[in-house]
């Protein structure tokens, strides 16, 4: 507040001194008859009062005007020309006040602005000289960051606060190519020399200033080492959780390879018992429907191993278990493949259990069938199998080119118990079966294909 009213009171003293030097100077210029060159001095108070009041240059400028014409008339010669010439002055230095007023008005408006963003701002701001060398000012706000009163940073070293040489040197090589420098993440050391990481920004105003802005940092650091220091945590209890949860799946995929195991297990001793009974059997029909059954147990266990053996436990593959299948039959009833030919054909067709199981039966029985039947007398031929898969039904095309079917009066209420099965499972496929005409006996399938079941733990866990 002093040093404020001592500033008034020099400038009041200097407008005042001014005013009355250049009145003097008037009087004496009139006394010698010397009239045209004295109002040039009027310009310098008027200086005086537009660089220190600028709003009330305009009303100084008319005072100072009436003042030399009262001057002017006071010593007034009779000459009407200095009387023209110093009514002219007196607009002059009106106009002259108004246009430097407007201007210095206008410049002392925007100083206060800047001014006054500089001393409010919330980020710490400060001047530097272009070298970053010397600090020539700070607000108020860098002082609070940094734990320095204003005038404590004014005049001191840059290094004070960024004692880090690399930084500082990167920083000034980066400012010195492009005039300015944005968000660069730097540590500030404090006056209790504790270092505060802050966000500074700097940009070339001039050829003697640089303008630095600094920003806080230490809320966002202690956040990211808390969300770093949770993510760790996490990770590590994913990481446990996994491992739990990979050693449960092993676990239950080790049971689940048991069960397929043991149920394959159980239904080859069903058949090695049938076969233990075709031995001790001497009638042949018997023996030939135990072997039958025999064929339709490896049918399902046939699934069961291959999908033990896959590394999936909620499909197989079907193609692999049809070839396997099928020439497990031929052995059953010694069949030569070079006088009766197979041909399959299904590619990539990956289908549940359920319905594999259903399929293997329904191709064992009609296979069979041809087997028994559809080449006598040790004839030639072949088996053809397709199998594909449309808009989510799977089709079966089975036939032969032997003797064909005898004629019946329906051949869907069918008498024989190998066609009466198949029947059977494509209904409870809820699928349909029929049978184009031509040589030999095809039937054509059409199953609704099952979804896949899903594997859930035992213990809890999916």
């Not at 009387?83 to 007023?101: D, E, R």
């Not at 701002?121 to 600090?135: E, R, V």
């Not at 399959?344 to 359920?354: C, L, N």
Request: with cysteine; proline share 3%.
């Amino acid at each position: 507040m002093e040093s404020t009213i001592k500033t008034h009171l020099l400038q009041a003293t200097a407008v005042a001194g001014a005013t009355a030097a250049v009145m003097i100077l008037s009087v004496i210029s009139m006394l010698h008859g010397q009239h045209a060159i004295f109002p040039y001095f009027l310009l310098i108070p008027i200086l005086f009062v537009v660089w220190f009041w600028p709003k009330y240059g305009v009303i100084y400028s008319v005072l100072l005007g009436w003042l030399y014409i009262t001057i002017v008339y006071f010593f007034f010669s009779g000459d009407l020309g200095d009387l023209a010439g110093s009514t002219a002055w007196f607009f002059i230095l009106i106009s002259i006040g108004i246009v430097l007023s407007s201007y210095a008005y206008g410049q002392k408006r925007e100083e206060r602005k800047y001014k006054a963003i500089y001393e409010n701002s919330q980020a710490g701001l400060f001047t530097c000289t272009p070298d970053l060398m010397l600090i020539t000012g700070s607000n108020p706000q860098l002082g609070i960051l940094l734990g320095y009163d204003t005038t404590d940073l004014t005049g001191n070293d840059f290094q004070l606060i960024l004692p880090d040489a690399p930084s500082r040197e990167s920083f000034f090589s980066a400012l010195k190519d492009s005039g300015h420098v944005r968000n660069r993440e730097v540590q500030f050391l404090t006056r209790r020399k504790g270092l505060l990481w802050v966000l500074l920004s700097a940009a070339l105003v001039d050829e003697t200033t640089v303008i630095c802005s600094v920003i806080d940092l230490s809320d966002r650091k202690k956040t990211e080492e808390t969300l770093l220091t949770f993510n760790e945590t996490l990770e590590e209890g994913i990481k446990k959780r996994t491992s739990e949860l990979n050693a449960a799946l092993d676990k239950e995929v080790t049971l689940l390879r048991e069960i397929h195991h043991r149920v394959k297990n159980n239904l080859q001793l069903i058949a090695s018992l049938l076969n233990l009974q075709v031995r001790r059997t001497e009638d042949e029909k018997i023996r030939i429907a135990l072997k039958e059954s025999q064929n339709r147990l490896r049918a399902m266990a046939i699934v069961h191993q291959k999908l033990n053996e896959s590394e999936s436990f909620t499909q197989v593959d079907l193609p692999e278990c049809i070839r396997f299948m099928v020439l497990r039959i031929y052995q059953t009833f010694n069949t030569d493949t070079r006088k009766i030919r197979l041909t399959i054909d299904a590619k990539d067709v990956m289908i549940e259990i359920d319905t594999a199981i259903t399929i293997n039966l329904i191709i064992n029985e009609l296979v069979t069938n041809s087997l028994k039947y559809a080449f006598p007398a040790n004839q030639d031929g072949k088996i053809e199998i397709l199998v594909s898969r449309e808009n989510g039904k799977i089709i079966l095309i089975i036939g032969d080119n032997g003797v064909g079917m005898p004629p019946v009066p329906d051949w869907k209420q069918p008498t024989t118990l190998g066609l009466m099965i198949v029947t059977m499972l494509v209904q409870q496929m809820h699928g349909t079966i029929d049978k184009p005409d031509g040589g030999g006996t095809v039937f054509k399938i059409i199953l609704e294909e099952r979804p896949a079941v899903t594997i859930h733990s035992v213990s809890g866990l999916e």
